[in-house]
């Protein structure tokens, strides 16, 4: 239920990156990309599934987001940390 949740709702901000006059093909590549996704990620889960139970994926799942939220929050800080003092040395 989540997937076809997230996909609906990531299109517009997808769509809205789209250049002029390519959109249509810039749109089959998003799709085929997220049905590549599923596919993969549905071919994962069914080997990962003979080594544990689906609420330790689910776990490890919620924990690689969090970890990767954190992660970008920290880089994203210190690329603007970086900016300014570039901005400050002109």
């Known amino acids: 239920m989540a997937d076809p949740c997230f996909s609906v709702a ?7 990156l789209c250049q002029a006059k390519i959109e249509g093909s810039q749109f089959t ?4 990309l997220v049905n590549f996704c599923d596919v993969l990620s549905a071919k994962i889960n069914g080997w990962a599934l003979s ?7 689910g776990l490890v799942s919620g924990a690689v987001v969090v970890l990767m939220i954190v992660l970008l929050r920290h880089v994203s800080k210190e690329v603007v940390g ?4 570039a901005l400050s040395r002109r």
């Open 51 to 57: 080594f544990t139970t689906a609420p330790v994926l």
């Open 10 to 16: 990531a299109l517009p901000a997808l769509m809205a």
């Open 82 to 85: 970086t900016d300014e003092v």
């Open 29 to 32: 590549t998003y799709m085929a």
